[in-house]
């Protein structure tokens, strides 16, 4: 069984940076993609970044040029650097793994950005 474990959220002031961290324990394919999805409060979850296994990346318009998902595929881990965060990047944020049928989400990391 997979399982996804994140770190790394917190209370940040706007302007100020985080980096989340999802860590996949388990039966994993080599070929995947690991991304970060955020639920803001009575919205849906979005997407906000992506990486596939052989590093190709998909960002969000609102966080491109201030966000960065990178991956350690040694260490089955995805991170995703946030600077400059605003008050509009709150939310729960939640680490994904696909691979062939499998849809594994982790529990979620709550980021908020105060004014």
């Known amino acids: 069984q997979v399982r996804l474990e994140e770190s790394g959220g917190g209370l940040v002031q706007a302007g100020g940076s985080l980096r989340l961290s999802c860590a996949a324990s388990?039966?994993?394919?080599?070929?995947?993609?690991m991304g970060w999805y955020r639920q803001a409060p009575g919205k849906q979850r979005v997407l906000v970044a992506t990486i596939t296994s052989g590093g190709s990346t998909n960002y969000l318009d609102s966080v491109k040029g201030r966000f960065t998902i990178s991956r350690d595929n040694a260490k089955n881990t995805v991170y995703l650097q946030m600077n400059s965060l605003k008050p509009e990047d709150t939310g729960v944020y939640y680490c994904n793994l696909k691979y062939g049928l499998g849809n594994v989400w982790g529990q979620g990391t709550l980021v908020t950005v105060s004014s």
């Open positions: 388990g039966t994993i394919f080599s070929i995947n993609v």
